[in-house]
């Protein structure tokens, strides 16, 4: 149960902390392509995987 708690948390932290990454890299007049690569990988693989737990809303079990 803590494990899911901490899991979670690291998703949100990864989407923030991506976020922030990618903005900071593009605010800047000397943009820095990499630094702009990094943060909008690490705000996908977070949305990622949150989306992964979220259930579907086409449950069929019928």
């Given at each position: ?10 998703n ?6 991506g ?14 392509q990499?630094?702009?690569?990094v ?20 449950n069929?079990?019928?």
């Amino acid at each position: 149960m803590l494990r899911f708690v901490v899991m979670k948390y690291i998703n949100y932290i990864l989407i923030l902390f991506g976020a922030t990454v990618a903005m900071y890299a593009k605010a800047g007049a000397n943009q820095s392509q990499e630094l702009l690569v990094v943060g909008i990988v690490m705000l996908m693989l977070g949305i990622y995987r949150v989306s992964k737990q979220v259930p579907s809303k086409n449950n069929n079990d019928d």
